[in-house]
């Protein structure tokens, strides 16, 4: 069998099979649904206890707008008491209003012996924005005033058609555009940070406990390092694949267990009829010729040129950083070490992906352009911009350039290995790594 696979094969069954990638790889999809329906879940959790708040109003015209509900209940106090400031009181929050908001927008306090509570704090200001309103549109003295500015507030959604090349139209959105760019770049970045790191690491484990030497003997320096970006890739895709069909799982469990605790698609008619006093099924046709158009739009993305580039510059991006990380680690004894040669490198990484979000708005951009073209940076900038339409020579060009880097730095990280894996108990130089660079 070739040594190559041999390494490969050590270096990829070695890792799926310890207990912390295992545990890592089944724990994490569960930790990411954690992360997105924990908050979502605390939020609609609100105490059964009904709370107490005392609105203190001087100008005698608030106060019968407070409706009390299984939230609040407010009631009327003339001044302020001292028993509303002792610890053992049940009064949640005092409400002082000593003038007329429409006169002196300041007008409102909230007291509190903790901290108030956002809801709260939010009740009361749309209560008296309401109020608020209403009485700057009487002081105009035209009937109907409030109707009338009501039906001028129209909103309107623009809708985007794109041009083909042979006149025709089709829907676009640049959200999902964006949305699919981003995350395409987003799995580049993350990939290659964390299994490039990875290399690294068992380079250096490898080469602190003196396993080098014996490997050495037997298969040359090259195969050895090609055989671990390998291995290691093959392990991130395995954990990419099993991620993704958990996360699936896990998403649609948890969507449709919300759904039915939250009464989402339990008679929407007749909730949102109560709201807007629209016609439900209208609101019904609308929502879905928007869905339609979204699905549309969805559709008509350049989804085999994204998923074909996507694997191309993944491909290269993740060469290029593995081959550089396996050097570093080859090149050093400890972790504190490698941090001077990688972090100007990680550095421009994070610079592509800071480009990459300055380019959304103008995906043609100087800044755009460029940073899609210089390969430290193309992986995670031009997957931004495939979505909308890059030309074809562009791509091309940056691919080119990708690649002729990632080949430059496979063979100077092998040059760099052979020597490096061998040496022990100093600190290389920047010099000395150029220097083992022109060894034959």
Do not use: C
Not at 9 to 28: A, D, G, P, W
Not at 86 to 105: F, G, M, W
Not at 335 to 361: C, H, K, N, R, W
Request: hydrophobic share 50%; no cysteine.
């Amino acid at each position: 069998m070739n040594k190559t696979l041999i390494i490969i094969l050590r270096e990829y069954t070695t890792r799926v099979s310890k207990k912390s990638f295992i545990l890592l790889t089944l724990l994490m999809p569960f930790l990411f649904a954690a992360i997105a329906t924990v908050p979502f879940l605390l939020g609609k959790i609100k105490s059964d206890e009904q709370q107490k708040v005392v609105i203190i109003d001087k100008t005698g015209q608030y106060f019968p707008l407070f409706h009390s509900d299984e939230h609040y209940l407010f009631s009327a106090e003339k001044a302020l008491r001292p028993e509303f400031k002792s610890d053992t009181t049940d009064v949640e929050a005092v409400v002082l209003i000593s003038d007329l908001v429409s006169r002196n927008p300041k007008a409102v306090t909230i007291y509190g012996k903790r901290e108030i509570q956002t809801d709260l704090q939010r009740t009361i200001e749309d209560v008296l924005t309401t109020q608020l309103r209403k009485e700057k549109l009487k002081a105009y003295n035209i009937p109907q005033l409030d109707n009338i500015i009501d039906d001028v507030q129209q909103e309107f959604s623009v809708t985007t058609v794109k041009w083909g090349k042979d006149g025709e139209e089709t829907f676009s959105s640049s959200d999902l555009a964006i949305g699919a760019g981003f995350v395409f770049t987003m799995l580049i970045y993350i990939f290659v940070l964390t299994y490039g790191g990875m290399v690294m690491q068992s380079v250096m484990e490898e080469k602190t406990n003196r396993i080098m030497e014996i490997m050495v003997s037997s298969v040359k320096p090259f195969q050895l390092m090609m055989g671990k970006i390998i291995g290691v890739a093959l392990v991130g895709f395995t954990q990419l694949l099993i991620w993704g069909i958990m996360i699936g799982i896990i998403t649609t469990v948890v969507g449709s267990l919300l759904g039915a605790d939250t009464g989402m698609g339990a008679a929407p008619g007749a909730e949102l009829t109560a709201i807007t006093g629209a016609d439900p099924q209208a609101l019904a046709q609308a929502a879905s010729g928007d869905n339609n158009e979204m699905f549309t739009a969805l559709m008509n993305l350049p989804l085999l040129e994204l998923g074909v580039m996507f694997v191309l510059y993944f491909i290269g991006g993740y060469l290029l950083f593995a081959s550089f990380f396996a050097a570093v680690g080859a090149s050093v004894n400890a972790q504190e070490d490698s941090s001077q040669f990688t972090l100007p490198v990680i550095l421009l990484m994070m610079f592509g992906l800071y480009a990459a979000m300055g380019s959304v708005e103008n995906t043609n951009g100087p800044l755009a352009f460029w940073a899609s073209l210089f390969p430290l940076t193309s992986p995670i900038v031009m997957m931004v911009r495939i979505p909308f339409s890059v030309p074809l020579w562009q791509e091309v060009l940056s691919l080119v350039l990708l690649y002729a880097t990632s080949l430059g730095m496979v063979w100077a990280a092998a040059k760099i290995y052979r020597v490096g894996i061998l040496m022990y108990g100093k600190k290389p130089t920047l010099k000395e790594m150029l220097k083992w660079m022109r060894y034959k």
